[in-house]
């Protein structure tokens, strides 16, 4: 079965700090990974993807196939980084993402 | 360009009733995707086509749910004899194809509360 975990349901720091948010997989084969972000009453929307290996707004994020995870990573939070994040997977042949129940990262000033 | 659009934004239903939820892709999308999202969770997957091709409903979670996308652009979500556990946030997002490349893009969702 596919799921996805996100272990934290809230996150704070403060601004200018590392920040972390924890996401692990469980599926068999060779999954697409992805982070989707959605701001305060906006739309969900990608923030990135693993086939990509890029680094948007600051952030990036390593699929590590060993541990099954796919923690997102900034070295430096801002503020307009708070937000609710959530981690996705996409498998076997199939198009549907399958999400995780999201952390709310909140970045204080 | 515009985004995907949904209607109505707010639904608010009695228990026992009917509800039609309309998604608008963005134009030329050939994959459109409905999924619910309930307080506090994650989208979870309904439903998928290919054009106006249902192929994949496993993610229904009963026969009072229908969907339809009969002309391969607009999609309605019917829900029959709704039931508080209806109760969520009904997402619509389009694909510009199916594939690894194709990133799917997200409406703002209905809110559907059955009292």
């Known amino acids: 079965a596919q799921r996805v975990t996100q272990p934290e349901k809230l996150l704070s720091v403060f601004k200018g700090a590392p920040v972390e948010l924890k996401c692990n997989y469980s599926?068999?084969?060779?999954?697409?990974l992805f982070w989707y972000v959605q701001y305060s009453r906006q739309r969900l929307q990608l923030l990135l993807r693993h086939i990509s290996r890029e680094s948007i707004k600051g952030f990036t994020a390593d699929l590590n196939k060993g541990e099954t995870s796919f923690h997102l990573k900034k070295p430096f939070a801002q503020e307009e980084d708070s937000a609710m994040y959530y981690c996705?997977?996409?498998?076997?042949?199939?198009?549907?993402?399958?999400f995780g129940k999201g952390t709310k990262l909140t970045v204080n000033p | 360009g515009a985004g995907v659009s949904q209607s109505p934004r707010y639904k608010v239903a009695k228990r026992g009733q009917d509800v039609a939820l309309r998604c608008d892709p963005i134009?030329?999308?050939?994959?459109l995707f409905w999924y619910q999202q309930a307080l506090g969770q994650g989208p979870e997957f309904l439903t998928y086509?290919?054009?106006?091709?249902?192929?994949?409903k496993s993610g229904l979670p009963s026969d009072r749910f229908f969907a339809e996308r009969p002309e391969g652009s607009v999609s309605t979500l019917k829900i029959q004899r709704t039931q508080q556990e209806d109760s969520a946030v009904y997402l619509c997002?389009?694909?510009?194809?199916?594939?690894?490349?194709?990133?799917?893009?997200f409406g703002p969702g209905t809110r559907l509360t059955v009292t």
């Open positions: 996705a997977l996409r498998g076997g042949g199939s198009e549907k993402l399958v």
């Open positions: 997002a389009s694909s510009q194809q199916e594939g690894r490349k194709y990133e799917q893009y």
């Open positions: 599926y068999s084969g060779s999954p697409e």
């Open positions: 134009s030329g999308h050939v994959s």
């Open positions: 086509f290919q054009n106006e091709a249902q192929l994949d």
